[in-house]
Nanobody, 124 residues
Framework: QVQLVESGGGLVQAGGSLRLSCTSS????????MGWFRQPPGKEREFVAGITWNGGSTDYADSVQGRFTISRDNTKNTVYLRMNSLKPEDTAVYYC?????????????????WGQGTQVTVSS
């Protein structure tokens, strides 16, 4: 069983930055590809960024490409999402998720484990 706990959300002005963290309690963190998703108010959950099991490859949604960076530290069982140049439309609950295997998935139902989410609010 894998438990994921996100942290680092908050309120920030447009143009600002935040770094989200997601820590896993499992001992097999390095065998999972990891993803960040977000769910804006009244909308469906959407893919933001993903990273392979060893950090060797990443993928981003077009809307965050060039502004967000996903990374992981398998020695700390943690995946990060650095968010720069934040916009009001980035406001959402952000979730991290784990999928067994090596490669990034972009469809939420393909993921095996989810965190509880952390709120990110960007004011204009």
């Amino acid at each position: 069983q894998v438990q994921l706990v996100e942290s680092g959300g908050g309120l920030v002005q447009a143009g600002g930055s935040l770094r989200l963290s997601c820590t896993s309690s499992g001992r097999t963190f390095g065998t999972y590809a990891m993803g960040w998703f977000r769910q804006p108010p009244g909308k469906e959950r959407e893919f933001v960024a993903g990273i392979t099991w060893n950090g060797g490859s990443t993928d981003y949604a077009d809307s965050v490409q060039g502004r967000f960076t996903i990374s992981r530290d398998n020695t700390k069982n943690t995946v990060y999402l650095r968010m720069n140049s934040l916009k009001p439309e980035d406001t959402a609950v952000y979730y991290c998720a784990a999928v067994a295997g090596l490669w990034v998935k972009i469809v939420p139902k393909q993921y095996d484990y989810w965190g509880q989410g952390t709120q990110v609010t960007v004011s204009s």
